[in-house]
């Protein structure tokens, strides 16, 4: 018996580690800890609520976008303008949200995800006029293979031919990843951070020429993820097809919808979006989404105890470093008394249960070329298949979007803060369900709480002492190296986990001094 402790997890966003207990070549038992304690609810409190606006964006450099989405929605619900929004602000939020997210998914498969696939020690040998490839390959002959390294060695599969490809499109998706970020800073206004989102619509007002700049760079990108990214998943699924029978996880999916089709429901819960909300497990029936079942839970998280169970609305931040027993600075949300998966793959298996015919078109397409079932979806690879899915499905949607926008009519509604009030914000992050909850005191902010996708996927045990998502997928799993430990890493980055977003102002007092262990 021994322990792999992977500490940092490197190429995601933050400072996650893993510990798994292996005996005989399989996970016994896995704890995710989120290593950084943040302190961004208890920084709003006492502030004008519009800060939160502001303010929420500044939680990840990452996903910055979805927080900025979710601050409005949740103000705009608290000053009671939720179901007033005009349509051209409802839809300028759908493209900055839809830009943004084509490119984050984009980020996370090249960038973060396809290198534990993609060998990129194979352009060593490339013999074309590439001159992305050509100057990697200058660095490689030289003996440097950052930022590639650090990395585990043995299980690449590929040729050459196809990790030189491959490799390509990593830098090609680079730029790929400028232009969505440009087409969001056309109407956000600037980014990351956009400022023209706020309660009430959006400050930035739709033109014909930015019409005109947004609708190639939509086109650009939907080819880009038609061409490129969707063969690329397959082309790995078809290659590391174990990986269809690994990582399945909790089998509980959590989704908040997203992409609002119409402003009039005040309910984000029953509102119209392209992405459905609701729950779902392995036999894919739909449950309608009711957040009152949604409780966070602090045993084994390093806060004072006292809070555990409660609702966001009633929830505190109070950090106890060194609690007895407590292992993450993240806490462990619970859906139906439950853990839940948020992200891509809920999304789409919520959407599939919901009968979304669109959905169900793409899902049983890849379905078909592979002959497999649909509890395939619930693996590494099916995490992979499910974000290119959501990425092609929005990307499909974005020039659509362009065309609906209206030069010259309105897209702001005058508020006012109410003295006392309540208010939460719901949309589908790039990683998952993504919620903010405020309570107004005295023309102020009381309470505020996120709870963040990566909180779901990468919290600790509950009170009940059952582990979170990840933790799930690891435990059962079989390592076959253990000094390369590729499963648990493919498995942890499938998730697509941000810790900058699960932690909530890094603290130098709460912070453990870090060990790095591969035993
Ligand atoms: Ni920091 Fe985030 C997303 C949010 S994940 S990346 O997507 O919300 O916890
Ligand atoms: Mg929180």
Redesign the pocket.
Known sequence: MGKIIIDPVTRI??HLKVETVVDDGEVKEAKCSGMLFRGFERMLEGRDPRDAQIVTQR?????NH??TT?AALNLDSAFGVADKIPDNARIMRNLTMGFHQVQ?HILHFYHLAALDYVDVAKVATYEGQDRALNSIKAFISRGELAPFVPRYEGDYRFSAEVDQELVSHYVRALEMRRKGHEATAILGGKLPHACAVTPGGMTEVPTIDKIATLLWRAKELREFVEDVYVPDVIKVAETYSDYFEIGKGCGNFLAYGIFDLDGKDPDYTKRARLFAQGSTTTDLKHQPLDLDQITEWIKYSWYEDGASGRHPHEGETKPQPNKKGGYSWIKAPRYQGGPHEVGPLARIAVAYAAGDPAVKEMVDSVLGHFKAPPTVLFSVLGRHAARALCTLHIAKNLENWVLELKPGEPAYVEYTIPEEGAGVGIVD????A?GHWIVIKDKKIGKYQCV????WNASPMDDKDVHGPIEQALIGTKVKDEANPFEIVRIVRSFD??I???VHLLNHKGRELQRYVIA
């Open positions: 966003e933050g939680i990840c450099g990452v996903c979805c927080h979710a984050d992050a790039a990683r998952g993504l963040v996708p990566t909180t986990p941000c900058a977003c699960a």
